[in-house]
Structure formats: structure tokens, C-alpha cells
């Protein structure tokens, strides 16, 4: 069945420093492509996308890149905040025929101050 | 972000018992998924719903579980005969897309 790679399970990275997330889908359908971050105890909150007719996208300090034809997608973080501590989760959705959203297994990011 | 409501936020049920899961989405979102998070754990998807008819539904979604729209607006998932390894968080998500969905907080399930 469909199934979506996410690496790495934890980060640790330094205040300031960069943060890099990557993930890996199976289904050729899969056209859109959410990141959610996800604090303790709370509900996954959408942080930003991509559509697969697009290659890389920004929003401030963080970014998305993706590589359809070697069905890659990673998530970038910069000049990363404790604030920025969370699990991270990606996510594919295909929409043909019926819709179905797969995730990844989420990355636990810790920032230190 | 629009708001999503679900209730109960917690339930605690025995082994065995039906239990409903309730969500009021946007009114304007056609779209609805519900997952389910076991702690600790990813999100799983369980179902999507549209148009009022299931559109997809993982393996996870048995018999043992259903969806309804019972008065056109809220949605309600119920778990006919409840089982430990049910015990998870449930979320649902309406959206305006099929891609963009918005969660609500949850109701966390108890099964004991």
C-alpha cells in the first residue's frame, strides 16, 4: 500500500543553526504535500505545502522542496528557535478517484538555546 | 486558522462499549477526514468523507467503525464494540479542499 518515509525520527540542532526533514512517498498520485508541526499535547497544525506542480517553496524561515520524479520531499528550517521544538510530520495526498492522506512517522526536533 | 469543535475532548469507556466521537466542522467545508494518533505515535488516517458518501477508507476503518452526517452539518464517528488498542487520540478535519484540512483538538479515547 501507499506509504510515506520520513527521516530523521529525532534532530537536534543548535539556536540558529538549520534544520533539515526528509521525506519519501510511494504513490504516483500523490499531488499535494502538507508539513504539519505538532506540540506536545496539541492538534498537528498545517505550517506549509506544496503542490507537485511546484518545486520549492517559502515562507519565511522555512521552505519545502520537492522532487516528483524521485518522489522526494524535505522541509527546511532556518536560523531554527527553541520555539521551533516540535514533532514534525509530513504527508502525502493523493485526489484521484477517492482522497486519502498518508503521513510520515514524524521527526522530533529539539532546539537548544 | 477557522475553528473545528469536537466532542467529548476526553473519553474513558470499557472494553467492549459503542462510543460516538463528534466534530461540528466550518459550514462552508465539504471535505471531512477523520485519524487517529495512538500516543506516542503518527497520524493514521481512517476515513474521508464527501458529498455525504465515504470517499476513501484505510484498513484500519473495519466493520467495527462508521461515519455519519446524522443532521447535515455535524459529523459523528462511532466504534461499535470498543477494543484496548482503540485508545488513541481522534481527530477530524474538515477543509474546503480535498488538500487543505484544518484539525480540530481532538477527543482523547480511553478504553480500558
Known amino acids: 500500500g501507499e506509504n510515506v518515509e520520513q527521516h530523521p525520527s529525532t534532530l537536534s540542532v543548535q539556536e540558529g543553526d538549520s534544520a533539515v526533514i526528509k521525506c519519501t512517498y510511494s504513490?504516483?498520485?500523490?499531488?499535494?504535500f502538507p508539513w504539519y508541526k505538532q506540540e506536545l499535547g496539541k492538534r498537528p497544525q498545517l505550517i506549509i505545502d506544496?503542490?507537485?506542480?511546484?518545486g520549492e517553496k517559502k515562507d519565511q524561515r522555512i521552505a519545502v522542496t520537492l522532487n516528483k520524479t524521485a518522489k522526494h520531499f524535505s522541509l527546511h528550517i532556518t536560523e531554527t528557535q527553541p520555539e521551533d521544538s516540535a514533532v514534525y510530520f509530513c504527508a502525502a495526498i493523493s485526489n484521484t478517484g477517492g482522497f486519502k492522506t498518508i503521513f510520515g512517522a514524524g521527526t522530533r526536533l529539539f532546539v537548544k538555546a | 486558522e477557522p475553528e473545528v469543535t469536537q466532542t467529548p475532548s476526553h473519553q474513558v469507556t470499557q472494553m467492549g462499549q459503542e462510543v460516538i466521537l463528534r466534530c461540528v466542522p466550518i459550514?462552508?467545508?465539504?471535505?471531512f477526514y477523520w485519524y487517529r494518533q495512538i500516543l506516542g505515535q503518527k497520524v493514521e488516517f481512517l476515513v474521508s468523507f464527501y458529498n455525504n458518501e465515504i470517499s476513501e477508507k484505510s484498513e484500519i476503518f473495519d466493520d467495527q467503525f462508521s461515519v455519519e452526517r446524522p443532521d447535515g452539518s455535524n459529523f459523528t464517528l462511532k466504534i461499535r464494540s470498543t477494543k484496548l488498542e482503540d485508545s488513541a487520540m481522534y481527530f477530524c478535519?474538515?477543509?474546503?479542499?480535498?488538500?487543505?484540512?484544518?484539525f480540530g483538538p481532538g477527543t482523547r479515547l480511553l478504553v480500558l
Open positions: 506544496i503542490r507537485s506542480n511546484v
Open positions: 504513490d504516483s498520485a500523490s499531488n499535494y
Open positions: 478535519a474538515p477543509g474546503a479542499s480535498p488538500e487543505t484540512q484544518y
Open positions: 459550514s462552508n467545508h465539504l471535505y
